[in-house]
């Protein structure tokens, strides 16, 4: 059957027409694209194919991708022709826009010619005009010309008018006293004439001390002869019964109150224009002494703070406690000063401004209202806050001065940097100064020599006293026996203990110890203010040394260095860290530390020849001393020394005093470890002394273990000591102390093992003995060859348990070494050898005798 012409399929099948929108549509996706392609690449399956069976026809796809060549084809030549046209168009634009600016630069040279030539036309009439027969051609300079003349004519009539009415004010007050001619001007009122009048009186006043000096020179009401005679034409004959200077001065003084009346109203009234006229013209009378008064007195500010003059201050009784607290943070600035000081930022940068508008001399007048701040609120303030403070504790004190100090000195800074009169420009030099000046002046009396760095000093011991207070009585109490040359060298230590013991008791009962401060040194020493200071209660703690306690002083110490740096000078620093290091020198290193090694010296001492096993507490209590000096040591360089670099000669003394201070407190500690190898070493050899003749040589029956008691004793007593040791010394000074303690241990064991005779079984109890040892050492930090020694001390116990054959490989393996005791490279010596050997009961036999024989 077949199909109609509109449904017949050609041969090949057309694959599908795509346009430019298919492929610059949004949705466009590439995967998508080829997907729909291989899709209709399929052809639709006959009912007689099955589906998997048809064939792939790349064909479609073929004529599809030729047809998308030829349209890209066909768009890549249009888009050529329209880049063609846009760039033609460009040219053509850049073309015009050249010709635009042309013609616009030729209309500015011809601007510029025309005003050229209208300046020198200018010029021309002017110089004109200043020709005999010069012609008006520049009209607007030859009007401002005139007018200058003009107003210069009219100053000097007003000069001529001022001249006759000063002439005529003169004759009056000449011939009669009187000057009611000014009077008639002051009582028109106004500011104007006020000063005017203020002009013409100190014209008068000149005149006067220029005609009639004699009235200046004598005082009181006289009469005037022949100094005026040429002037007023009153002769010696014609005596005046009024004097001139009386009547000026008077009328000076009553028209001086009332340009300050004047003056203060127009304060209040922020007239700024007629603040100055009458301040300028108050100036002539006495450099303005008076007006500066008048505005700095009467101002507000100080009315109301002398009112508040009497006010407590406001800190509460926990602020104050907190104050004098050493391990409390430091409250800050007293609130009532925190309160002034804040206010007075307020009123000088605003009376600045004032300042700057009403005064024609506003420095001085600046000058003057910051020493007035300074010298009379500020100051009454902080005597009142420091008095106060001084009545809590000298902790309080210093640590009052130092917050004023820093709070009051942000405030001149923060002044400086307004600029005051100068805002927004910083401050003027002369200001600057006054500021500084008064800054310095308010704390001079508290800084003043060495009393601030002695206030310092002084808190600082009281609290390093009381801190230590325990542990001074703890060690005071300790009875020591005679130790010949230790005695002596802990003689100095012992003296500052009981000295510093001492001071801290006479302290506390002194009157000048306030009831707070008291109770914060009680506090501090742990100790209740009921008990008896001669009979307090102390514990082996009390006693032992405290990293805690030393963080403490140091701290205490770097509070102190920053208020040193803060409140002092550079140049003075070197000499007060100086002082304080000296302070930290005897109270930390002498009285605490070394006194604390004097005491563990003195115990190990005790234990050289002790009966009973030593008891090695004494170890651990290196280990704070230890840490604590190496604290201090690094506080004192890093701080202390380094502040002192402005001074070479201070701080070469400075690390010279370290280095003693180290150097002795080193020494003392290496004493208190070489006793302590001694001591181990004594107990050893005391121990290996009752091992029993028979132990190695037991019968059969009899025993009961493979490990003598004596060396279970020594092992355990080792053990213990390692573990006290450990708790001291770590690291090379470990090695080094165990290494000593290894090497004493190992010859006296050498020495031990060729005092018995051995048989058969007593060999496995001796190896046993001997592996216990090396087991025991083998747990310590040592030197490789101590280690390696330690490892030879196994090969000894197999000497007394191998054949013939296997002792005669020991021998040329572990013999050979020359000298005695045990050889660097981990061999015996052949008379050690030699002599372990013949222990045993087998000794006399052949084969023994053989490898004997062979050495």
């Given at each position: 059957m077949e199909r109609s012409s509109s449904g017949a399929k050609t041969l090949f099948p057309k694959g599908p027409d795509f346009t430019l929108d298919n492929f610059s549509n949004q949705d466009f996706v590439v995967r998508d694209f080829v997907d729909s392609l291989a899709d209709s690449a399929i052809p639709e399956s006959r009912r007689s194919v099955p589906a998997a069976s048809a064939a792939f026809d790349p064909k479609p796809l073929i004529r599809t991708f030729e047809n998308a060549q030829a349209q890209l084809a066909s768009l890549g030549e249009e888009l050529q022709t329209k880049e063609t046209e846009l760039l033609t168009q460009v040219r053509r634009a850049e073309i015009q826009h050249d010709q635009t600016l042309d013609t616009l630069g030729k209309k500015l040279d011809q601007s510029m010619s025309s005003f050229e030539a209208l300046d020198i036309t200018l010029q021309s009439g002017s110089a004109d005009m200043n020709e005999p027969n010069g012609r008006s051609d520049g009209g607007g300079n030859v009007a401002v010309q005139i007018g200058e003349k003009l107003e210069d004519l009219d100053k000097k009539r007003q000069r001529a008018l001022d001249a006759i009415f000063l002439i005529q004010c003169w004759n009056e007050v000449s011939e009669t006293g009187n000057l009611n001619l000014l009077t008639d001007v002051q009582r028109l009122g106004g500011s104007e004439n006020k000063i005017r009048c203020a002009v013409i009186a100190r014209q008068l006043m000149r005149i006067s001390q220029r005609l009639e000096p004699s009235s200046w020179h004598q005082g009181g009401r006289q009469q005037t002869g022949g100094a005026g005679q040429g002037a007023n034409g009153h002769g010696q004959g014609n005596g005046k019964t009024h004097n001139t200077r009386e009547a000026l001065e008077k009328f000076c003084e009553t028209l001086e109150q009332d340009l300050l009346q004047q003056f203060n109203g127009s304060y209040k009234r922020q007239n700024f224009e007629d603040m100055m006229e009458c301040a300028r013209v108050l100036h002539d009378f006495n450099n303005g002494a008076s007006v500066i008064a008048t505005f700095v007195n009467q101002h507000q500010f100080f009315i109301d703070r002398d009112q508040l003059t009497n006010d407590e201050v406001m800190t509460d009784g926990e602020t104050w406690d907190q104050l004098a607290d050493p391990d409390a943070e430091p409250p800050g600035v007293e609130p009532s000063l925190q309160s002034l000081v804040d206010e007075v930022k307020i009123v000088m940068q605003e009376e600045s401004f004032i300042i700057k508008r009403a005064f024609p001399y506003y420095e001085i007048v600046l000058t003057k209202f910051i020493q007035r701040v300074f010298q009379q609120s500020v100051q009454q303030r902080l005597e009142m806050v420091l008095d106060k403070a001084?009545?809590?504790?000298?902790?309080?004190?210093?640590?009052?001065?130092?917050?004023?100090?820093?709070?009051?000195?942000?405030?001149?800074?923060?002044?400086?940097?307004?600029?005051?009169?100068?805002?927004?420009?910083?401050?003027?030099?002369?200001?600057?100064?006054?500021?500084?000046?008064?800054?310095?002046?308010?704390?001079?009396?508290?800084?003043?020599?060495?009393?601030?760095?002695?206030?310092?000093?002084?808190?600082?011991?009281?609290?390093?006293?009381?801190?230590?207070?325990?542990?001074?009585?703890?060690?005071?109490?300790?009875?020591?026996?005679?130790?010949?040359?230790?005695?002596?060298?802990?003689?100095?230590?012992?003296?500052?203990?009981?000295?510093?013991?001492?001071?801290?008791?006479?302290?506390?009962?002194?009157?000048?110890?306030?009831?707070?401060?008291?109770?914060?040194?009680?506090?501090?020493?742990?100790?209740?203010?009921?008990?008896?200071?001669?009979?307090?209660?102390?514990?082996?703690?009390?006693?032992?040394?405290?990293?805690?306690?030393?963080?403490?002083?140091?701290?205490?110490?770097?509070?102190?260095?920053?208020?040193?740096?803060?409140?002092?000078?550079?140049?003075?620093?070197?000499?007060?860290?100086?002082?304080?290091?000296?302070?930290?020198?005897?109270?930390?290193?002498?009285?605490?530390?070394?006194?604390?090694?004097?005491?563990?010296?003195?115990?190990?001492?005790?234990?050289?020849?002790?009966?009973?096993?030593?008891?090695?507490?004494?170890?651990?209590?290196?280990?704070?001393?230890?840490?604590?000096?190496?604290?201090?040591?690094?506080?004192?360089?890093?701080?202390?020394?380094?502040?002192?670099?402005?001074?070479?000669?201070?701080?070469?003394?400075?690390?010279?005093?370290?280095?003693?201070?180290?150097?002795?407190?080193?020494?003392?500690?290496?004493?208190?470890?070489?006793?302590?190898?001694?001591?181990?070493?004594?107990?050893?050899?005391?121990?290996?002394?009752?091992?029993?003749?028979?132990?190695?040589?037991?019968?059969?029956?009899?025993?009961?273990?493979?490990?003598?008691?004596?060396?279970?004793?020594?092992?355990?007593?080792?053990?213990?000591?390692?573990?006290?040791?450990?708790?001291?010394?770590?690291?090379?000074?470990?090695?080094?102390?165990?290494?000593?303690?290894?090497?004493?241990?190992?010859?006296?064991?050498?020495?031990?093992?060729?005092?018995?005779?051995?048989?058969?079984?007593?060999?496995?109890?001796?190896?046993?003995?001997?592996?216990?040892?090396?087991?025991?050492?083998?747990?310590?930090?040592?030197?490789?060859?101590?280690?390696?020694?330690?490892?030879?001390?196994?090969?000894?116990?197999?000497?007394?348990?191998?054949?013939?054959?296997?002792?005669?490989?020991?021998?040329?393996?572990?013999?050979?070494?020359?000298?005695?005791?045990?050889?660097?490279?981990?061999?015996?010596?052949?008379?050690?050898?030699?002599?372990?050997?013949?222990?045993?009961?087998?000794?006399?036999?052949?084969?023994?005798?053989?490898?004997?024989?062979?050495?």
């Open positions: 001084d009545t809590i504790s000298s902790l309080a004190f210093l640590r009052s001065l130092h917050a004023s100090r820093a709070y009051i000195s942000s405030l001149v800074e923060d002044l400086k940097t307004h600029g005051l009169t100068e805002h927004p420009e910083p401050c003027s030099a002369q200001i600057s100064q006054t500021l500084d000046q008064q800054m310095e002046e308010l704390f001079v009396p508290y800084l003043v020599g060495n009393s601030y760095i002695e206030r310092e000093k002084k808190s600082l011991e009281e609290m390093y006293s009381s801190l230590l207070f325990k542990f001074t009585i703890y060690h005071s109490r300790k009875k020591r026996g005679p130790a010949g040359f230790m005695a002596s060298l802990a003689q100095q230590g012992s003296q500052l203990m009981s000295s510093a013991k001492d001071a801290y008791i006479e302290k506390l009962d002194s009157s000048e110890l306030t009831p707070t401060q008291k109770a914060i040194m009680l506090r501090v020493a742990g100790i209740k203010d009921k008990e008896n200071k001669n009979e307090i209660e102390v514990s082996e703690e009390d006693g032992t040394l405290s990293i805690a306690n030393a963080k403490r002083m140091l701290k205490w110490l770097a509070e102190s260095v920053q208020r040193t740096l803060e409140l002092g000078t550079p140049t003075e620093t070197p000499k007060d860290v100086n002082i304080l290091l000296q302070l930290l020198l005897a109270s930390m290193g002498e009285v605490y530390i070394q006194t604390a090694l004097d005491a563990a010296h003195y115990a190990a001492t005790m234990l050289e020849n002790s009966k009973t096993e030593p008891d090695l507490s004494h170890l651990p209590a290196l280990r704070p001393a230890i840490t604590i000096t190496a604290i201090m040591d690094r506080f004192i360089t890093t701080v202390l020394i380094r502040l002192a670099e402005p001074s070479a000669t201070v701080r070469r003394n400075m690390e010279a005093q370290k280095k003693m201070a180290i150097d002795a407190i080193e020494k003392k500690t290496n004493m208190v470890i070489r006793v302590s190898v001694d001591v181990i070493a004594n107990w050893v050899a005391k121990s290996l002394g009752t091992q029993k003749k028979q132990d190695f040589r037991p019968r059969d029956g009899e025993l009961e273990s493979l490990q003598t008691q004596t060396c279970q004793g020594i092992c355990t007593f080792l053990s213990l000591a390692h573990r006290q040791a450990s708790a001291a010394i770590d690291g090379p000074n470990a090695e080094k102390f165990f290494s000593e303690i290894a090497l004493a241990v190992l010859k006296l064991l050498l020495e031990h093992f060729k005092k018995f005779q051995v048989n058969a079984t007593g060999g496995l109890m001796v190896t046993q003995d001997i592996a216990k040892y090396a087991a025991t050492m083998r747990d310590w930090p040592l030197l490789k060859d101590v280690a390696a020694a330690v490892e030879l001390l196994t090969e000894i116990g197999s000497l007394f348990i191998v054949g013939p054959e296997a002792l005669r490989e020991k021998a040329r393996t572990l013999a050979g070494a020359a000298g005695t005791g045990v050889a660097a490279r981990g061999k015996l010596t052949k008379a050690d050898f030699r002599a372990f050997v013949q222990r045993r009961d087998d000794s006399g036999t052949v084969g023994i005798q053989g490898v004997l024989a062979g050495l």
